[in-house]
Nanobody, 123 residues
Framework: QVQLVESGGGLVQAGDSLRLSCTAS????????MGWFRQTPGKEREFVAV????????DYGHSLKGRFAISRDNAKNTVYLQMNKLKPEDTAVYYC????????????????WGQGTQVTVSS
């Protein structure tokens, strides 16, 4: 069992940066691929980024690479999402997810999810 807790969300202005954190419980964090997703009311959940268990491979949602960067610190059981040059359309609840299967995580079919953290970008 893995429990995920996100933090770092908040209200920022367009052009600002924000770093989200997701800390996992358990001693097997390093064996899980980790990902970030986001969702706004009335819309489907959107894939943001995924990082492999070792941190050696990352993938990003369409048009997000270059502004967003995912990273992890296995010693701290934490995955991060650095978000730069934020836009109002980045406003959403951001969720952390974990799965031992990278393919499932990419599809948003993860075994474990956090409770989400709200990011609001004002224009």
């Amino acid at each position: 069992q893995v429990q995920l807790v996100e933090s770092g969300g908040g209200l920022v202005q367009a052009g600002d940066s924000l770093r989200l954190s997701c800390t996992a419980s358990g001693r097997t964090f390093s064996s899980y691929h980790m990902g970030w997703f986001r969702q706004t009311p009335g819309k489907e959940r959107e894939f943001v980024a995924v990082i492999s268990w070792s941190g050696g491979r990352t993938d990003y949602g369409h048009s997000l690479k270059g502004r967003f960067a995912i990273s992890r610190d296995n010693a701290k059981n934490t995955v991060y999402l650095q978000m730069n040059k934020l836009k109002p359309e980045d406003t959403a609840v951001y969720y952390c997810a974990a799965d031992s299967r990278r393919g499932s995580l990419l599809l948003g079919d993860a075994d474990y999810w956090g409770q989400g953290t709200q990011v609001t970008v004002s224009s």
